[in-house]
Structure formats: C-alpha cells, structure tokens
Nanobody, 128 residues
Framework: QVRLVESGGGSVDAGESLKLSCALSGYPVSRYSMAWFRQAPGSQREAVAV???????MYSDSVKGRFIISKDNVKNTLYLQMNSLEPEDTAKYYC??????????????????????WGRGTQVTVST
C-alpha cells in the first residue's frame, strides 16, 4: 500500500523558515518523480517543486531561490526546505508521487485526479 505522510507545517512570521517532510511507504523514494504542491483557499492546487528519478529539479517561479526540494533514500523521505517565507506562501502543502508523468507535466498539472498518489497535506501559515 502506498502512503505519503506530510509533517513539519506550522505558523511562522514572514522571513522565517520551515522544513516539510513527506514519509513514503510502498515504493522507494528514488523510483518515481515526486513533488510538492500547495493549495490556498479559493485557489487551484499548484506545484512548487518536482524532483525526478535522476534528481533533476524544477521549481515554480514563485519559490525559486527560496525553497529547496530534496530526498533521503535511506529514510525514504522527501523534503521541502522553505526559506524567506512570505504571507503569499500560506497554503496547505501536499506531497505527491506519479509513476509516469514527465517533470514538466508534473510541474504544470492543475488536475489532482491525474496524479497517482497524494498525501493528506500539512498547513503552512505565514504572518506579517
């Protein structure tokens, strides 16, 4: 059974940092592309970072230079280090895995049902 369990969310002030974790079970974290998405109230779910099986990485323009996606093959965990957080980063953050999408497609998808697996999400709130 494939499970993705996010943790690490919370409430911080603008300019601070958080590190999200996504513990994966059912597959090795290295086998398929994985991504972090976020969804703010009233907005579409959007990808913020994707890492593929060769550890090539893509970021959305809104987080490039501030967020870092990584994975630990031993712990079978995906991470998102979020620095210089802004109020606009407030959202629920989701970990996702897809077995067939290219990184570019994964990055651009706005249809959650097209992605193979999702976690339940973790809330990040950034205050001014």
């Amino acid at each position: 059974q494939v499970r993705l369990v996010e943790s690490g969310g919370g409430s911080v002030d603008a300019g601070e940092s958080l590190k999200l974790s996504c513990a994966l079970s059912g597959y090795p974290v290295s086998r398929y592309s994985m991504a972090w998405f976020r969804q703010a109230p009233g907005s579409q779910r959007e990808a913020v970072a994707v890492i593929d099986t060769e550890e090539r990485i893509m970021y959305s323009d809104s987080v490039k230079g501030r967020f870092i996606i990584s994975k630990d093959n031993v712990k079978n965990t995906l991470y998102l280090q979020m620095n210089s957080l802004e109020p606009e980063d407030t959202a629920k953050y989701y970990c996702a895995l897809d077995r067939t999408m290219s990184s570019a497609t994964f990055m651009s998808t706005v249809t959650p049902s097209l992605v193979d697996y999702w976690g339940r999400g973790t809330q990040v709130t950034v205050s001014t």
